[in-house]
């Protein structure tokens, strides 16, 4: 088999990206939103990564960025999780149409 | 003689006061402010009129410029000629006496002696400043309190009103920004400006002056309730709060006059004579029609804010005559109308107070039981009417005057329909004051009503004062206005 | 020459009292209100003596006329450098004259009025309101510019209106001193319109330039330089300042608020309603007289025809009036009416027998119409009502005021020798002399004058058999009686003074000689409607019924008043009030205000549309967000491709 190339990777990445885009719209559980989320977090991550090796493989940026959104991504998931919790709390629910009080 | 910037600078101060100290001292503070301004406003007074006695004939005295915004040119620069001191001299009585009005007012006082003492401070600002830039922010300040001060302590319909004023007179704000940044763009690079003498020495050419005047003057014509966009005054009027009321009519519809004057016809005299057509055609309408209007009205506080449309058309009306009884009638009738209306809001809300009504049916016979307020009423209500004696005969005869000046039949036309409004006047006034005033008690709760508090007796004998010294020795003010007039039109003759 | 301090005193003085006495609040004040009013006037008539005296004899005439005597001046106001309002004192005879009656007049009021007011709540504000009256009359007489004179013209106004509307709680008082303000007021309308015509075309507004430019036989040139509807500009002004002095001396058709001003107390209507501020109008037609007469001919005959005419109704309206006061202000108006007509028919100069007769005229008239008025002070006071109908017989117990009465009465009915028959006399002469059409109508009507004042004085005073009530006070107090008194003596020997002499058209003394034969057709009138009056109502029967059944609808019109106040009514309420006030009300609530609510509304409506895609839901939200970068993306793709 030949090594995956570029265009495999990012195939998978914009399917990555799209699985989680689809996860965002259509589920109401916050929870499975929040994983959606981290799913187009991770696609871009991908990303990165693959054009770091195939384009540019003399250089580490697309490392370090994958290493900060990560890290971002786990923050985020903090601050998710704490709201999530709070949203319980207060409306009995993780549901996200639950949490519709930010309107006209 | 005082830097110029302690004149908005001292309400500011008293208001911080206000905010650090505790509640029980708000109403002491602010009336130690105001004493404070008077007397600084005094000292101004004096030391312009002993300058100009000394032959010191620039434009505008105490000149400063205080570095602001210096990548746009725009620079706090303060000066004053004798419009102005009139009109500072105007707003420290008032000022005054609505602090005095207010001085029981029990909710949230702390807030409302602020908002007052910024309004002070912006119509302070306003008259002093010789840059465009300066000047709109100033403006600003006096029309946001405002807002406040309806919504939160107006009557009756307050929220509306308060909408209602808010707007139109941003909608004005919007014209007059509109018009200062298209005069500062219109200036060569490198030369730009908002500095009110740099534009007048460098006068605008016609073709944008034809574009800018109409936007200034309406702009600031909204704040003088110029015909048809006048609608916010006796809404804004009736649901203000005493003192609210008395700022509106006796300086904030100032403001309009005094921008109408110094920015739009001074800074485009050309564009002026071009519109001055129009200018008091409107104003003879708003007098008339507002007069009329008037004559319809029932409850007090609508009767004295579309008389305030009808009076301030006198000041219109001066200024489009663009001659220069016009124009030093205008400024009379400006601090005329101011230290009338203000007594008069007064008035009425000592009376409310009492009466727990503005309606006039339902007053009566106020002689027998309050005989001070009544009386301060009669002479507000007879100084409306253009009583010689009082301070809107000279401002309303100086107008008739500069109007008959001009020898064109249409200005002629109109000097005499606006004459016609001292009948219409006498109609509505004496309506008004015969049954509220005079007459049988109609209610037999009115018997016993609590007497004048001298707060209330000092606010009215401050702006009484200021009437009569107005109309019995109209020559004071004449002296102090007209010189700054005769450069206005000197203006518009080389312009 | 002219004593400045002591002319000053003349004004100064009641306005003294009036500052002292309106702001000052004390008991003292407040029980001594009368007698420091009084004592102002006093120095201030004594003073005004003192000036006419010199001014007469001393100083005032220089080679044969009375000059006009600039006392002091200063400038007031100033428009244009050359029109500007000037505070001045000018004496001139006819401003003497003027003077020394109204602080005269005004003293005998005061006096009496002390009594009539006493215990009345309001007794200091009283005074300091005639204080005010007085000093603001004095000063317009001595007014030596047309703007000045303006200025006080207003002022008596506004005493009047307050005076009228003493009685405050009184609906029908209010009524009336608003009448009496809002008529006369649009009547000063024409008048300020008239000095600002006047002001432009004379560039001045002192009497004196404005005279000197048009005020003689030259000036005629000069007027007729511009014209509209074929009349000169300067008689338009002209015309607009008679319509302002028409105002203030109720010519018909403003007349209508003389008749009910007489809801003031009653020395008021003495004073300001019947010797002095109603008669200033006839002043400033005489002040303006020469320029009418050069430059306004045609004005000037149309004030003969306004002055007798409204003489003439005004007589007529009075034999039908029951209203003791209401009789006396409708002969205080046809009064006046002689006065005018007698300014519209006379000449300028050795011809200007009409305007010292005027002036005559409202000098007799001053003294025994207010000696009139203080009379039926006294009888309503006895009586408690201004309905003749409740008075008679009063000679027995009110002989001092029936005489005095009698005496006022022969005055004005013009019967030898009292005051009012010289005066009278010669405004018929100069009538006679000059416009034959006048003089028949202004004889009727003297013979008419004698007719209701008689009909008046059979009523209330004799006619015992109707006796209806019990006397209570019987005559009044002293400080009343000798006012009476004195203006009595007034009315019998004034009219003896060679009135020609002081004052004339020109300054130069005018002779004037009675002529008796021309005296007798007046006189035999008078004495006619005398007697008719004796025969209607000092007669048992009801007389007077069966003679007004038979005038039949000329009756009832002229009891009506011939519905000049229906029409004024119909004008203001109708007419402007719903004509016009209304509409302008209407439009500005449902034009002009909807128009702005309109735009509120409509930003409002467009907002609440936008505002339903706020609609909470995330998911939506991020659904927009990605449709939004993928379009634009495709967009900016586009339009790179494109390039």
């Given at each position: 088999?030949?090594?995956?190339?570029?265009?495999?990777?990012?195939?998978?990445?914009?399917?990555?990206?799209?699985?989680?885009?689809?996860?965002?719209?259509?589920?109401?559980?916050?929870?499975?939103?929040?994983?959606?989320?981290?799913?187009?977090?991770?696609?871009?991550?991908?990303?990165?990564?693959?054009?770091?090796?195939?384009?540019?493989p003399?250089?580490?940026?697309?490392?370090?960025?994958?290493?900060?959104?990560?890290?971002?991504?786990a923050?985020?998931?903090?601050?998710?999780?704490?709201?999530?919790?709070?949203?319980?709390?207060?409306?009995?629910?993780i549901?996200?149409?639950?949490?519709?009080?930010?309107k006209? | 003689m005082?830097?110029?910037?302690?004149?908005p600078?001292?309400?500011?101060?008293?208001?911080?006061?206000?905010?650090?100290?505790?509640?029980?001292?708000?109403?002491?503070?602010?009336?130690?402010?105001?004493?404070?301004?008077?007397?600084?406003?005094?000292?101004?007074?004096?030391?312009?009129?002993?300058?100009?006695?000394?032959?010191?004939?620039?434009?505008?005295?105490f000149?400063?410029?205080i570095?602001?915004?210096?990548?746009?040119?725009?620079?706090?620069?303060?000066?004053?000629?004798?419009?102005?001191?009139?009109?500072?001299?105007l707003?420290?009585?008032?000022?005054?006496?609505?602090?005095l009005?207010?001085?029981?007012?029990?909710?949230?006082?702390?807030e409302?002696?602020?908002?007052?003492?910024?309004?002070?401070?912006?119509?302070?600002?306003?008259?002093?400043?010789?840059?465009?830039?300066?000047?709109?922010?100033?403006?600003?300040?006096?029309?946001?309190?405002?807002?406040?001060?309806?919504?939160?302590?107006?009557?009756?319909?307050?929220?509306y009103?308060?909408?209602?004023?808010?707007?139109?007179?941003m909608?004005?704000?919007a014209?007059?920004?509109?018009?200062?940044?298209?005069?500062?763009?219109?200036?060569?690079?490198?030369?730009?400006?908002?500095?009110?003498?740099?534009?007048?020495?460098?006068?605008?050419?016609?073709?944008?002056?034809?574009?800018?005047?109409?936007?200034?003057?309406?702009?600031?014509?909204?704040?003088?309730?110029?015909f048809?966009?006048?609608?916010?005054?006796?809404?804004g009027?009736?649901?203000?709060?005493?003192?609210?009321?008395?700022?509106?009519?006796?300086?904030?519809?100032?403001?309009?006059?005094?921008?109408?004057?110094?920015?739009?016809?001074?800074?485009?005299?050309?564009?002026?004579?071009?519109?001055?057509?129009?200018?008091?055609?409107?104003?003879?309408?708003?007098?008339?029609?507002?007069?009329?209007?008037?004559?319809?009205?029932?409850?007090?506080?609508?009767?004295?804010?579309?008389?305030?449309?009808?009076?301030?058309?006198?000041?219109?009306?001066?200024?489009?005559?663009?001659?220069k009884?016009?124009?030093?009638?205008?400024?009379?009738?400006?601090?005329?109308?101011?230290?009338?209306?203000?007594?008069?809001f007064?008035?009425?809300?000592?009376?409310?107070?009492r009466?727990?009504?503005?309606?006039?049916?339902?007053?009566?016979?106020?002689?027998?039981?309050?005989p001070?307020?009544?009386?301060?009423?009669?002479i507000?209500?007879?100084?409306?009417?253009?009583l010689?004696?009082?301070?809107?005969?000279?401002?309303?005869?100086?107008?008739?005057?500069?109007?008959?000046?001009?020898?064109?039949?249409?200005?002629?036309?109109?000097?005499?329909?606006?004459?016609?409004?001292?009948v219409i006047?006498?109609?509505?006034?004496?309506?008004?004051?015969?049954?509220?005033?005079?007459?049988?008690?109609?209610?037999?709760?009115?018997?016993?009503?609590?007497?004048?508090?001298?707060?209330?007796?000092?606010?009215?004998?401050?702006?009484i004062a200021?009437?009569?010294?107005?109309?019995?020795?109209?020559?004071?003010?004449?002296?102090?206005?007209?010189p700054?007039?005769?450069?206005?039109?000197?203006?518009?003759?080389?312009? | 020459?002219?004593?400045?301090?002591?002319?000053?005193?003349?004004?100064?003085?009641?306005?003294?009292?009036?500052?002292?006495?309106?702001?000052?609040?004390?008991?003292?004040?407040k029980?001594?209100?009368?007698?420091?009013?009084?004592?102002?006037?006093?120095?201030?008539?004594?003073?005004?003596?003192?000036?006419?005296?010199?001014?007469?004899?001393?100083?005032?005439?220089?080679?044969?006329?009375?000059?006009?005597?600039?006392?002091?001046?200063?400038?007031?106001?100033?428009?244009?450098?050359?029109?500007?309002?000037?505070?001045?004192?000018?004496?001139?005879?006819?401003?003497?004259?003027?003077?020394?009656?109204?602080?005269?007049?005004?003293?005998?009021?005061?006096?009496?009025?002390?009594?009539?007011?006493?215990?009345?709540?309001?007794?200091?504000?009283?005074?300091?309101?005639?204080g005010?009256?007085?000093?603001?009359?004095?000063?317009?007489?001595?007014?030596?510019?047309?703007?000045?004179?303006?200025?006080?013209?207003?002022?008596?106004?506004?005493?009047?209106?307050?005076?009228?509307g003493?009685?405050?709680?009184?609906?029908?008082?209010?009524?009336?001193?608003?009448?009496?303000?809002?008529?006369?007021?649009?009547?000063?309308?024409?008048l300020?319109?008239?000095?600002?015509?006047?002001?432009?075309?004379?560039?001045?507004?002192?009497?004196?330039?404005?005279?000197?430019?048009?005020?003689?036989?030259?000036?005629?040139?000069?007027?007729?330089?511009?014209?509209?509807?074929?009349?000169?500009?300067?008689?338009?002004a002209?015309?607009?300042?008679?319509?302002?002095?028409?105002?203030?001396?109720?010519?018909?058709?403003?007349?209508?608020?003389?008749?009910?001003?007489?809801?003031?107390?009653t020395?008021?209507?003495?004073?300001?309603?019947?010797?002095?501020?109603?008669?200033?109008?006839?002043?400033?037609?005489a002040?303006?007289?020469?320029?009418?007469?050069?430059?306004?001919?045609?004005?000037?005959?149309?004030?003969?025809?306004?002055?007798?005419?409204?003489?003439?109704?005004?007589?007529?309206?009075?034999?039908?009036?029951?209203?003791?006061?209401?009789?006396?202000?409708?002969?205080?108006?046809?009064?006046?009416?002689?006065?005018?007509?007698?300014?519209?028919?006379?000449?300028?100069?050795?011809?200007?027998?009409?305007?010292?007769?005027?002036?005559?005229?409202?000098?007799?008239?001053?003294?025994?119409?207010?000696?009139?008025?203080?009379?039926?002070?006294?009888?309503?006071?006895?009586?408690?009502?201004?309905?003749?109908?409740?008075?008679?017989?009063?000679?027995?117990?009110?002989?001092?005021?029936?005489?005095?009465?009698?005496?006022?009465?022969?005055?004005?009915?013009?019967?030898?020798?009292?005051?009012?028959?010289?005066?009278?006399?010669?405004?018929?002469?100069?009538?006679?002399?000059?416009?034959?059409p006048?003089?028949?109508?202004?004889?009727?009507?003297?013979?008419?004058?004698?007719?209701?004042?008689?009909r008046?004085?059979?009523l209330?005073?004799?006619?015992?058999?109707k006796?209806?009530?019990?006397?209570?006070?019987?005559?009044?107090?002293?400080?009343?009686?000798?006012?009476?008194?004195?203006?009595?003596?007034?009315?019998?020997?004034?009219?003896?003074?060679?009135?020609?002499?002081?004052?004339?058209?020109?300054?130069?003394?005018?002779?004037?000689?009675?002529?008796?034969?021309?005296?007798?057709?007046?006189?035999?009138?008078?004495?006619?409607?005398?007697?008719?009056?004796?025969?209607?109502?000092?007669?048992?029967?009801?007389?007077?019924?069966?003679?007004?059944?038979?005038?039949g609808?000329?009756?009832k019109?002229?009891?009506?008043?011939?519905?000049?106040?229906?029409?004024?009514?119909?004008?203001?309420?109708?007419?402007?009030?719903?004509?016009i006030?209304?509409?302008?009300?209407?439009?500005?609530?449902?034009?002009?205000?909807?128009?702005v609510?309109?735009?509120?509304?409509?930003?409002?409506?467009?907002?609440?549309?936008?505002?339903?895609?706020?609609?909470?839901?995330?998911?939506?939200?991020?659904?927009?967000?990605?449709?939004?970068?993928?379009?634009?993306?495709?967009?900016?793709?586009?339009?790179?491709?494109?390039?």
């Open positions: 088999m030949n090594t995956p190339g570029l265009y495999h990777i990012l195939f998978i990445s914009t399917a990555l990206f799209f699985i989680g885009v689809y996860g965002f719209f259509t589920r109401r559980n916050l929870i499975t939103i929040l994983m959606s989320i981290e799913l187009i977090l991770n696609s871009v991550c991908l990303n990165f990564i693959a054009f770091n090796k195939y384009v540019w003399e250089k580490l940026d697309g490392v370090f960025f994958t290493l900060f959104i990560i890290a971002i991504a923050a985020e998931a903090a601050l998710a999780i704490a709201i999530i919790i709070n949203l319980y709390r207060s409306h009995n629910t549901d996200v149409n639950a949490a519709e009080e930010m006209y | 005082l830097p110029l910037w302690l004149l600078a001292l309400p500011v101060i008293t208001a911080l006061l206000v905010i650090l100290l505790p509640a029980k001292h708000t109403k002491f503070v602010s009336l130690a402010g105001t004493i404070l301004q008077m007397m600084a406003v005094a000292l101004l007074t004096v030391s312009f009129a002993e300058q100009r006695r000394e032959g010191n004939s620039s434009l505008f005295l000149d400063e410029k570095e602001w915004f210096s990548s746009w040119n725009a620079s706090l620069h303060f000066g004053v000629d004798g419009i102005s001191v009139a009109m500072i001299l707003t420290s009585l008032v000022v005054t006496a609505g602090i009005v207010s001085w029981n007012i029990e909710k949230q006082g702390k409302f002696f602020i908002l007052l003492l910024l309004l002070a401070s912006g119509a302070y600002g306003f008259f002093i400043s010789l840059d465009l830039f300066t000047l709109f922010c100033f403006l600003e300040i006096a029309v946001i309190p405002k807002f406040m001060l309806i919504g939160i302590w107006g009557s009756g319909n307050k929220n009103s308060a909408n209602k004023l808010a707007l139109m007179l909608a004005g704000s014209l007059i920004l509109v018009g200062i940044l298209f005069m500062y763009y219109q200036m060569p690079i490198g030369k730009r400006s908002f500095d009110f003498v740099t534009i007048l020495s460098n006068p605008l050419p016609l073709q944008s002056q034809l574009i800018l005047f109409p936007l200034v003057f309406v702009g600031f014509g909204i704040f003088t309730a110029i048809p966009f006048h609608t916010w005054v006796p809404d009027h009736s649901s203000a709060p005493t003192a609210g009321s008395m700022f509106l009519a006796g300086i904030s519809m100032k403001l309009g006059g005094y921008g109408c004057l110094r920015v739009a016809t001074t800074l485009m005299p050309e564009a002026a004579q071009h519109y001055s057509i129009v200018i008091v055609i409107l104003a003879a309408i708003a007098i008339v029609y507002g007069a009329f209007a008037t004559m319809m009205q029932t409850d007090l506080k609508y009767i004295n804010a579309y008389s305030s449309i009808s009076h301030c058309g006198f000041v219109l009306l001066g200024i489009g005559m663009l001659t009884s016009g124009i030093n009638g205008a400024v009379f009738q400006m601090v005329s109308h101011g230290l009338m209306t203000a007594l008069f007064a008035v009425i809300g000592m009376m409310y107070a009466t727990h009504t503005r309606k006039v049916s339902e007053m009566g016979g106020l002689l027998k039981t309050i001070f307020i009544s009386a301060a009423m009669f507000a209500g007879l100084c409306s009417l253009g010689p004696g009082l301070s809107g005969f000279p401002a309303e005869m100086t107008v008739f005057m500069g109007g008959w000046e001009r020898p064109e039949t249409i200005y002629r036309v109109v000097t005499v329909l606006a004459c016609m409004s001292i006047t006498a109609v509505y006034i004496l309506r008004a004051i015969g049954s509220t005033v005079m007459g049988p008690v109609k209610n037999r709760e009115f018997e016993e009503l609590p007497k004048a508090m001298w707060n209330e007796k000092l606010a009215a004998v401050i702006l200021g009437i009569v010294i107005m109309g019995v020795l109209p020559f004071v003010l004449y002296k102090l206005v007209n700054a007039t005769q450069e206005i039109i000197k203006q518009m003759a080389t312009g | 020459m002219p004593e400045l301090i002591l002319i000053l005193l003349i004004p100064i003085m009641p306005f003294a009292a009036f500052l002292l006495l309106g702001l000052a609040n004390g008991n003292f004040i029980r001594w209100a009368g007698a420091i009013g009084t004592g102002a006037i006093l120095v201030s008539a004594g003073a005004a003596l003192l000036t006419a005296y010199d001014y007469f004899f001393v100083y005032g005439g220089s080679g044969g006329a009375y000059r006009k005597i600039l006392v002091t001046e200063y400038e007031w106001l100033q428009f244009t450098p050359e029109i500007s309002i000037k505070m001045g004192l000018l004496l001139d005879p006819v401003a003497v004259m003027m003077m020394v009656v109204i602080s005269f007049i005004s003293l005998m009021v005061h006096s009496y009025s002390i009594c009539y007011l006493k215990g009345e709540q309001r007794f200091n504000i009283y005074f300091s309101y005639l005010l009256f007085t000093f603001s009359m004095l000063a317009l007489v001595m007014s030596s510019n047309i703007f000045q004179m303006y200025i006080f013209w207003e002022l008596v106004g506004v005493s009047s209106f307050l005076l009228i003493f009685y405050y709680q009184k609906p029908s008082a209010v009524a009336a001193a608003k009448k009496a303000f809002i008529i006369t007021r649009f009547a000063d309308l024409g300020l319109i008239g000095i600002l015509i006047l002001a432009f075309e004379a560039k001045s507004l002192d009497f004196e330039a404005i005279i000197g430019q048009f005020g003689h036989g030259k000036s005629a040139s000069v007027s007729t330089s511009s014209a509209w509807l074929g009349i000169s500009t300067i008689s338009w002209m015309l607009l300042v008679f319509i302002g002095g028409a105002g203030k001396s109720a010519m018909f058709p403003l007349h209508v608020w003389l008749p009910d001003a007489m809801e003031g107390p020395p008021v209507s003495a004073l300001i309603h019947a010797a002095t501020m109603v008669v200033a109008g006839v002043f400033l037609v002040r303006l007289f020469p320029v009418y007469y050069f430059s306004a001919p045609e004005i000037l005959n149309l004030i003969a025809y306004v002055g007798v005419f409204s003489a003439l109704i005004a007589a007529i309206i009075a034999c039908t009036q029951t209203d003791i006061k209401r009789v006396l202000a409708y002969s205080t108006m046809s009064q006046i009416g002689f006065m005018m007509f007698s300014l519209g028919v006379s000449g300028f100069g050795e011809e200007g027998l009409g305007f010292t007769a005027s002036q005559f005229h409202l000098f007799t008239h001053a003294f025994f119409k207010a000696l009139l008025f203080l009379c039926a002070g006294l009888v309503i006071h006895e009586v408690h009502s201004n309905e003749v109908s409740k008075m008679g017989g009063l000679r027995k117990s009110m002989p001092l005021t029936h005489i005095s009465f009698l005496i006022a009465c022969l005055a004005i009915a013009g019967i030898p020798p009292f005051a009012g028959f010289f005066s009278k006399e010669e405004i018929l002469l100069a009538a006679w002399e000059r416009n034959k006048v003089y028949w109508i202004a004889l009727f009507t003297s013979a008419l004058t004698a007719f209701y004042m008689f008046l004085y059979f209330i005073f004799r006619n015992s058999n006796h209806l009530h019990q006397p209570e006070h019987r005559e009044g107090s002293a400080g009343q009686m000798v006012p009476l008194f004195v203006l009595a003596a007034g009315s019998v020997v004034l009219g003896l003074i060679p009135f020609g002499r002081f004052v004339s058209s020109d300054g130069r003394p005018l002779a004037t000689e009675l002529h008796l034969v021309f005296s007798i057709a007046p006189v035999l009138l008078a004495i006619l409607g005398v007697s008719t009056a004796a025969w209607l109502y000092n007669a048992p029967g009801n007389r007077p019924q069966e003679v007004s059944q038979r005038l609808n000329l009756y019109a002229a009891y009506h008043k011939f519905y000049i106040d229906e029409v004024w009514l119909f004008l203001t309420k109708k007419v402007i009030m719903n004509g006030g209304k509409p302008a009300a209407w439009f500005d609530k449902n034009v002009v205000n909807a128009l609510n309109f735009s509120g509304n409509s930003t409002i409506g467009l907002a609440s549309k936008i505002k339903k895609l706020q609609s909470g839901k995330v998911q939506l939200y991020g659904m927009v967000y990605l449709f939004t970068v993928i379009a634009s993306v495709l967009i900016i793709i586009f339009f790179i491709n494109r390039n």
